[in-house]
């Protein structure tokens, strides 16, 4: 019996070149680089230049991904693109991704989960890879919040940044006996009744604008653990892995303390933790496969380990996946 599962070739990543510091931002508004660094573990984040966009930071993390995992643009027939900061309200930044390419068959379409959004669209790649339909997909994440920002607001302008990465995904067949092998499992939750505690003040249906990011940290912050932990049990409890089998956590990296209550309450060690919220801020749906390249390109991350995956925020929405890399 053979089962047909995604499994990743190769990982890529782009990160504007404007770096912006906590004391740069202290020159804006009532801040420190000592209340960011504590409250939060961010020293820097980057910031996109003018010429820059969601889909061409999201077209250069595609690239790499392609040269990393060895294969031609053209073998690409799907392309899903997370990210709450569209280039245009439609169409779907991914055709940008597509068309900068020069991929004219397939598919590509955009995700919008937020935070959480690399993981919804590695879901999504994954059914349309193990259903036959396609059989190589970029799966891409991909934001500019510093055009959602008020940059007035210090509760929310010191936490994000901009940034892309991009995973390449293949169906493969294999023998069932080695299917311990690719994306293992992916869980998505989401709960609407908190839609209010995170979100930006527009929308094209609303208001007519596009509006500004508004949250309510504290109260993030308060469901963030236990959500993160609940999904990551069912990821385990659906695959029979368990916390000793994972070799690297990529946690969404939307905040240090976040990150450790969650490791410390599901028993990872703190050196098996990817960090990179401490320079690239929370880049929403782009900050897992931003974290995982940066492992990759450093050689931390080896063929065959087992990496664990998630992702919280606005809906909420929060998400688990067991990826054999
Ligand atoms: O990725 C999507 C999901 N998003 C998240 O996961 C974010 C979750 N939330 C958080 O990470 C944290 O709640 C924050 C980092 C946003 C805030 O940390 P906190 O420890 O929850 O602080 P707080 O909101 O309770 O604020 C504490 C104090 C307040 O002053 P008072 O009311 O105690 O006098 C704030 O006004 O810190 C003040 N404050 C600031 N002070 C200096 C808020 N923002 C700042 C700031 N600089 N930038």
Redesign the pocket.
């Known amino acids: 019996m053979k089962v047909r599962r995604s499994v990743a070739l190769g990982c890529g990543s782009y990160l504007p070149n404007l770096v912006l510091t906590n004391a740069e931002l202290a020159r804006k508004?009532?801040?420190?680089d000592e209340?960011?660094v504590q409250?939060?573990g961010i020293h820097e984040r980057r910031i996109a230049a003018r010429n820059e966009t969601t889909g061409t930071m999201a077209a250069q993390a595609a690239r790499a991904a392609l040269a990393h995992a060895r294969v031609d643009a053209q073998t690409i027939d799907l392309i899903v693109l997370a990210t709450s900061t569209p280039d245009n309200t439609f169409p779907a930044t991914a055709v940008s991704v597509q068309a900068d390419l020069g991929i004219n068959h397939g598919a590509a379409f955009d995700v919008q989960a937020?935070?959480s959004g690399f993981v919804y669209a590695l879901a999504t790649a994954d059914g349309l890879l193990r259903s036959g339909a396609f059989n190589r997909a970029l799966v891409i994440g991909s934001e500019t919040f510093s055009r959602l920002l008020d940059w007035t607001d210090?509760?929310t302008c010191?936490?994000f940044g901009d940034g892309a990465g991009a995973v390449v995904l293949e169906a493969q067949e294999l023998e069932e006996n080695r299917g311990d092998r690719g994306l293992l499992t992916v869980r998505l939750r989401s709960d609407g009744r908190h839609k209010s505690k995170?979100y930006v003040d527009g929308g094209p249906s609303s208001t007519g604008t596009v509006g500004h990011l508004r949250?309510e940290?504290?109260e993030?912050?308060k469901h963030?653990v236990a959500m993160i932990t609940d999904v990551v049990e069912d990821a385990f409890k659906a695959t029979g892995k368990t916390v000793a089998d994972v070799d690297w956590f990529i946690p969404?990296q939307?905040?240090k303390?976040?990150i450790d209550g969650s490791a410390r309450k599901l028993g990872i060690p703190a050196n098996k933790i990817v960090i990179t919220v401490d320079r690239h801020g929370?880049t929403?749906a782009a900050s897992i496969p931003l974290a995982l390249t940066d492992a990759v390109t450093d050689r931390r991350i080896k063929r065959g380990d087992l990496l664990l995956l998630e992702a919280?925020?606005?809906g909420f929405t929060w998400a688990a996946a067991l990826l054999r890399w």
Not at 29 to 32: A, C, P, Q, R
């Open positions: 508004v009532d801040t420190s209340w960011i409250r939060t937020v935070c210090r509760t010191v936490l995170l949250m940290g504290r993030v912050f963030a969404h939307a905040n303390r976040i929370n929403s919280m925020g606005g």
